[in-house]
């Protein structure tokens, strides 16, 4: 049954929409402890490192906090805290697989998403389908990989570090596939 507004009765609908969001500076090149420059689960050697307590690939957790806030299940901090010890250094594709199968687990799945990196570099064109492949693979559904540059503009144009914005559209899964 649906909820009510002062129309009355309104349907629930079975497709939701989530925005996503990340940014992670770049490490300095001492501090960065071998760690390599990871987007969409592909590495850049090379480059530098974002600094993060995961991987810090903001491709998968911008995509993550999209699902997570279609199937209103809070965000990435929430689920994977970077207070927690278990997930320093973690792979995002992993988290991104898991938020994948929470949001199964609370009835949604994936329908696509679509992805911007914000950066001046990495050049991404050369990558960007084996990304598309990786993340599509994670989250169980299609996801789309675009980049641009800043153009010197802001900390992202002075190349401090990068952004992701990410949409995803899940729908509500058939009764007997959710919790499965």
């Keep these: 049954m649906g909820q009510r507004d002062a129309r009355g009765p309104v349907a629930v609908s079975s497709q939701r929409i989530g925005l996503g969001v990340d940014v992670h500076p770049f490490a300095e090149a001492d501090m960065d402890n071998g760690k390599l420059l990871t987007l969409g689960g592909v590495t850049f050697p090379g480059e530098r490192a974002l600094r993060g307590h995961s991987d810090a690939d903001v491709l998968a957790h911008a995509i993550a906090d999209a699902v997570l806030g279609a199937a209103g299940l809070g965000d990435l901090g929430a689920h994977f805290p970077d207070t927690d010890p278990r997930w320093r250094g973690a792979d995002s594709l992993v988290l991104l697989a898991e938020v994948a199968s929470l949001a199964a687990g609370a009835g949604w799945r994936l329908v696509n998403a679509d992805c911007t990196l914000v950066g001046e570099r990495p050049k991404v064109v050369g990558h960007r389908q084996e990304m598309i ?48």
């Design 133 to 180: 492949e990786h993340l599509s693979a994670a989250a169980g559904g299609p996801v789309h990989v675009k980049a641009t540059r800043p153009e010197g503009l802001g900390s992202l144009g002075r190349v401090e570090g990068l952004a992701c914005f990410a949409i995803a559209l899940v729908e509500q899964l058939p009764a007997m596939e959710a919790g499965s």
